[in-house]
């Protein structure tokens, strides 16, 4: 499996932006389509955003589409999540993952690999 670990992470304003990372080793990175998750205390891990293996094609939750920008840069290993426009309801864990699927996906159990997260933690 590939090991990810994701950076990036902190506490910001309602209204800022941050950008958070996550590295890949141990494996080839193009044959993984990648996704960010994030789980809020008392809540189910919920999925934010996906990226094909090579970029070309990306998907987002509806409470955070126009806000966030998932990206990945194969010659590095690392894919991306800038999140702009932050509201308090955006503060949880986010973790980033991994699968093998040919396509994007969604569903957190298609993901076999997965990061420690980083938290993210917005004031109003």
């Known amino acids: 499996q590939v090991q990810l670990v994701e950076s990036g992470g902190g506490l910001v304003q309602a209204g800022g932006s941050l950008r958070l990372s996550c590295a890949a080793s141990?494996?080839?990175?193009?044959?993984?389509?990648m996704g960010w998750f994030r789980q809020a205390p008392g809540k189910e891990r919920e999925f934010v955003a996906a990226?094909?293996?090579?970029?070309?094609?990306?998907y987002y939750a509806d409470s955070v589409k126009g806000r966030f920008v998932i990206s990945r840069d194969n010659a590095k290993n690392t894919v991306y999540l800038q999140m702009n426009s932050l509201k308090s309801d955006d503060t949880a864990v986010y973790y980033c993952?991994?699968?093998?699927?040919?396509?994007?996906?969604?569903?957190?159990?298609?993901?076999?690999?997965w990061g420690q997260g980083t938290q993210v933690t917005v004031s109003s």
């Open positions: 993952a991994a699968t093998t699927s040919l396509s994007i996906r969604v569903d957190r159990r298609a993901f076999g690999s």
């Open positions: 141990g494996r080839t990175f193009s044959n993984y389509a």
């Open positions: 990226i094909s293996r090579g970029g070309g094609s990306t």
